[in-house]
């Protein structure tokens, strides 16, 4: 009998609003494995968010390359959060996935669960005939990383577990506007470039297409049922 997780496409979302949805999922779940509950339920929100630079808990600010007034100019906003990694971007044309699982309940460690999502990314943009694949020693999804100089991420990962259940999650870049990568370090790196759906294939692509391509690739390596 597969598992159950509840969908919510929340549409065009502010992120700080969109994280207080998600700890305060969060903080239900972990209390309810804290009473050893075993029925504890699995979210998947969609998102999109205004401009927004992100910074993880093991970040460096330094690689936010604006200062408060040229964010504001550009209309961005920066917010420091309690995921895993470095700073990224969020913004118009990506489709953000926030899943808060019970990953105990699915029998995953939180390298196989961040494994699972780097591969249900992978085939949703083997759709679009673009082979990417993982790097290592660093999360997300890549593409030529055999190729220095031309290596570059189309989707960033940095999540946080507790009590092996998830939140934060994903960021892939579909119609993204590339331009606000070049005020950071893309998650701390200066080496490698970053890229979209819609730059890979030279063309504007169907955004809810996209959204049910990667939520049923997401179903299909989870081996759950979206309601």
Known sequence: MKLK????????????????????LFRKSVKMR?????????????????????????????????????LQANDATFVETNRGGDITYHGPGQ???????????????????IEKLEEAVILTV????IEATRLEGATGVWLDIDK?????????????????ITMHGFALNVNTNLDYFNYINPCGFVDKGVTSIEKEIGRK???????????SKLAEVFNIELE
């Open 5 to 24: 997780a509840k969908y919510t496409d929340l549409g065009v979302s502010e992120y700080k609003k969109t994280w207080d949805l998600q700890e305060d």
């Open 34 to 70: 804290g009473a050893e509950e075993s029925n504890i339920p699995n979210y998947l929100f969609f998102v999109e968010h205004p401009h927004v630079y992100t910074l993880g808990k093991s970040g460096d600010e330094h690689n936010m390359l604006l200062n408060a007034i040229q």
């Open 95 to 113: 489709i953000v996935g926030y899943p808060i699982f019970d990953i105990l309940t699915m029998d995953l460690g939180v390298r196989d669960y």
């Open 126 to 129: 083997a759709e679009y005939g």
């Open 148 to 164: 220095p100089g031309r290596t570059r991420k189309i989707c960033a990962i940095g999540v946080k577990c507790s009590r092996h």
């Open 205 to 215: 692509v169907d955004f809810e297409e996209a959204k049910e391509i990667c939520k």
